[in-house]
Antibody, heavy 125, light 110 residues
Framework: EVQLVESGGGLVQPGRSLRLSCTAS????????MSWVRQAPGKGLEWVGFIRSKAYGGTTQYAASVKGRFTISRDDSKSIAYLQMNSLKTEDTAVYYC????????????????WGQGTLVTVSS | QSALTQPASVSGSPGQSITISCTGTSSDVGDYNYVSWYQQHPGKAPKLIIYDVSKWPSGVSNRFSGSKSGNTASLTISGLQAEDEADYYC??????????FGGGTELTVL
């Protein structure tokens, strides 16, 4: 069974940093791209960014709203994806979901087929 | 990248069919057959119900179906049930190698 478990959320002041982790199980983590999606309170879903598998260079892409502030990385040996968030703003307050980009485990993967339960990040002074 | 356009709300009675539209541009919905739909119940994580415009993930009911014409994708739910009441989001892969979501549609089962 595929499972994604996020951790690391909490209350942080504007301008500070926070790192989220996503621990995966139930599939060959290294074969898949991983992505982060967020949802501000009472709002819709917003794609944050993703990291390709090592087979496709392990490169990253980000939404314009977080580019230059957020960094996604992965540790395939531990089956963990990370979201490093720097220079946080109040508008970054949201539930952050970790997702697997699937469903094939290859270059045709373009959907978020499994989601974690989310972790809440609150940016406030 | 602007969000895809969805109606804010739709409603239907049990047993009826409803359709939710998702309008994008030639750089996303119109350029790829990579539209997905997600169902989200209150307080829960989203769940994939349709991918690649019209494919079903394992375990998803075939009462959910997807289609696309030009820059607009659609999700149809047939035989509406009380448990279908939820928020629905479309998403599309884009020509910039990114993804974009729709604003979400609240479905009410009357």
């Amino acid at each position: 069974e595929v499972q994604l478990v996020e951790s690391g959320g909490g209350l942080v002041q504007p301008g500070r940093s926070l790192r989220l982790s996503c621990t995966a199980s139930g599939f060959t983590f290294g074969d898949y791209a991983m992505s982060w999606v967020r949802q501000a309170p009472g709002k819709g879903l917003e794609w944050v960014g993703f990291i390709r598998s090592k087979a496709y260079g392990g490169t990253t892409q980000y939404a314009a709203s977080v580019k230059g502030r957020f960094t996604i990385s992965r540790d395939d040996s531990k089956s963990i994806a990370y979201l490093q968030m720097n220079s946080l703003k109040t508008e970054d307050t949201a539930v952050y979901y970790c997702t697997r980009v699937g469903p094939y485990g290859g270059h045709l993967d373009t959907t978020f087929d499994y989601w974690g339960q989310g972790t809440l990040v609150t940016v406030s002074s | 990248q602007s969000a895809l356009t969805q109606p804010a709300s739709v409603s239907g009675s049990p047993g009826q069919s409803i359709t939710i539209s998702c309008t994008g541009t030639s750089s996303d919905v119109g350029d790829y057959n990579y539209v997905s739909w997600y169902q989200q119940h209150p307080g829960k994580a989203p769940k994939l119900i349709i991918y690649d415009v019209s494919k079903w993930p394992s375990g998803v009911s075939n009462r959910f179906s997807g289609s696309k014409s030009g820059n607009t994708a659609s999700l149809t739910i047939s035989g509406l049930q009380a448990e279908d009441e939820a928020d629905y989001y479309c998403s599309s892969y884009t020509s910039s190698n990114t993804w974009v979501f729709g604003g979400g549609t609240e479905l009410t089962v009357l």
